[in-house]
């Protein structure tokens, strides 16, 4: 059983910046890619970034490249997502996934097997 639990979302100004962290535990995590996903009211949960087991490889969808950053740490079983210069049109609640594979940071929801119960991203304008 793995449990993924996320944290740090909130309500933030539009420019401004979010740092949403993402704890594992339980069945091992090791050699697996995590990624970050959001679902807005009424949309459907769409791809936002991945990271590969060793951090080597990651994969941002288009609307957040240059904005946000996916980083992790083995030793604590975390990944995070560094959200900068937010726009309202983030708001969403977001997800961590864990990966099916170690190097697979692909924006297929089916590629993950694993998610957490979600943290809410409000930007006001």
């Known amino acids: 059983q793995v449990q993924l639990v996320e944290s740090g979302g909130g309500l933030v100004q539009a420019g401004g910046s979010l740092r949403l962290s993402c704890a594992a535990s339980?069945?091992?995590?090791?050699?697996?890619?995590m990624g970050w996903f959001r679902q807005a009211p009424g949309k459907e949960r769409e791809f936002v970034a991945a990271?590969?087991?060793?951090?080597?490889?990651?994969s941002y969808a288009d609307s957040v490249k240059g904005r946000f950053t996916i980083s992790r740490d083995n030793a604590k079983n975390a990944v995070y997502l560094q959200m900068n210069n937010l726009n309202h049109e983030d708001t969403a609640v977001y997800y961590c996934?864990?990966?099916?594979?170690?190097?697979?940071?692909?924006?297929?929801?089916?590629?993950?097997?694993?998610w957490g119960q979600g943290t809410q991203v409000t930007v006001s304008s």
């Open positions: 996934g864990l990966g099916r594979s170690a190097n697979d940071v692909g924006a297929d929801l089916s590629q993950y097997a694993d």
């Open positions: 339980g069945r091992t995590v090791s050699y697996r890619a």
């Open positions: 990271t590969s087991w060793s951090g080597g490889s990651t």
